[in-house]
């Protein structure tokens, strides 16, 4: 690629599809009249991946390194348009928590006492699994108060996209 190029540079991939790409070419040598859809050579390749070497996994490991660095070293040199991400207008209005965030939210601080050392992450999760233990029953104030919210949002979604037709 040149010095100013404009074709976006193609992504780099992992060791596991570097692996996929070569069995594939295996496959179509040995049995160049047999047709696989992709889930059953899916459900192949990765019974294959499973049972190769560690030391034929380490080959595929170094041409997803060397690929990653040819994509870096092409991203380095490419001048064409970059994604840029829509800036947010601050007076929009934010969208509202869902039920299940309205729920997390009020239990956060509990999971957290019971379990200090636990990531944000992992605090979401058991957040999850409580809320999965939840009846319908339990389920109700919350989404209650989620509707609430969401009316109020659309509302004032409604008026800042007025407040917006008027400004131009």
């Known amino acids: ?89 601050p007076d929009a209005p934010r969208k509202p928590p869902s039920s299940f965030l309205l729920f997390s939210q009020d239990h956060f601080d509990e999971i957290k006492e019971q379990h200090p050392n636990w990531t944000v992450a992992q605090v979401a999760k058991a957040a999850g699994r409580m809320w999965a233990r939840c009846s319908e029953a339990d389920k109700i104030p919350y989404e209650e108060r989620a509707a609430v919210l969401r009316a109020k949002y659309l509302e004032e979604r409604e008026a800042y996209y007025h407040q917006c037709q008027r400004g131009k």
């Open 1 to 89: 690629m040149g010095k100013d190029s404009k074709v976006r540079p193609k992504v780099n991939v992992s060791p596991y599809v570097h692996f996929m790409m070569d069995f594939r070419n295996q496959t179509r040598e040995q049995q160049p009249n047999t047709y696989y859809d992709f889930t059953e050579f899916s459900r192949k390749c990765s019974e294959k991946w499973k049972t190769i070497s560690k030391k034929e996994k380490k080959k595929y490991e170094a041409l997803a390194k060397r690929d990653k660095d040819r994509y870096q070293r092409e991203m380095r040199n490419y001048t064409g348009p970059r994604r840029e991400r829509r800036r947010r207008d």
